[in-house]
């Protein structure tokens, strides 16, 4: 009941952030005038290099945020397991000063308290929000990406 419930709230709040995604300038956006089309790579970009389990029951995130443009970069998660009496959420977060053309370490401690992550299947919600930089006229750019990512969660490690 208790899971149904977070899971119909989840579900809310992603299609209320998606339709302010759809409905918020791009800025990749075609100039006045017309133009446009696809939009290029991102300058901003995280990839995920796993998530460990450790015996108290905590999982470590680690990564690389790589930066074609200076940004700072806050990294938001929120990771959560389990049926209905065992369920555990823990937020989490990061945030990288980005040069250009560099590759930057994170890592994120999930640590839930009260209760503890087990083996199996992880869900986790990622948000990376960056500001670039103000160029020589003053503009910087906002880049948000979203996603969610299952992970499978192996015999717990020393720690």
């Given at each position: 009941?208790?899971?149904?419930?977070?899971?119909?709230?989840?579900?809310?709040?992603t299609a209320?952030?998606?339709?302010?995604?759809?409905?918020?300038?791009?800025?990749?956006?075609?100039?006045?005038?017309?133009?446009?089309?696809e939009?290029?790579?991102?300058?901003?970009?995280?990839?995920l290099?796993?998530?460990?389990?450790?015996?108290?029951?905590?999982?470590l995130f680690?990564?690389?945020?790589?930066?074609?443009?200076?940004a700072?970069?806050?990294?938001?998660?929120?990771?959560?397991?389990?049926?209905?009496?065992?369920?555990?959420?823990v937020?989490?977060s990061?945030?990288?000063?980005?040069?250009?053309?560099?590759?930057?370490?994170?890592?994120?401690?999930?640590?839930?308290?009260?209760?503890?992550?087990r083996r199996?299947?992880?869900?986790v919600?990622i948000?990376?929000d960056?500001?670039?930089?103000?160029?020589?006229?003053?503009n910087?750019?906002?880049?948000?990406?979203?996603?969610?990512?299952?992970?499978?969660?192996?015999?717990?490690?020393?720690?």
């Amino acid at each position: 009941m208790a899971t149904t419930f977070l899971r119909r709230v989840g579900a809310v709040l992603t299609a209320l952030v998606l339709g302010l995604l759809l409905l918020s300038p791009s800025a990749n956006a075609a100039p006045p005038g017309g133009g446009g089309g696809e939009p290029g790579p991102s300058p901003v970009n995280m990839t995920l290099d796993g998530f460990t389990l450790s015996r108290d029951g905590s999982v470590l995130f680690t990564g690389t945020v790589t930066c074609d443009v200076a940004a700072d970069v806050h990294i938001g998660m929120n990771a959560q397991q389990g049926p209905e009496r065992r369920y555990v959420s823990v937020l989490g977060s990061a945030k990288v000063g980005c040069e250009a053309g560099t590759a930057n370490p994170i890592e994120i401690l999930f640590d839930p308290e009260p209760g503890r992550f087990r083996r199996g299947t992880l869900t986790v919600g990622i948000e990376l929000d960056a500001v670039t930089r103000p160029d020589e006229h003053g503009n910087s750019t906002q880049i948000t990406q979203f996603g969610i990512v299952d992970w499978e969660l192996g015999r717990p490690t020393r720690g």
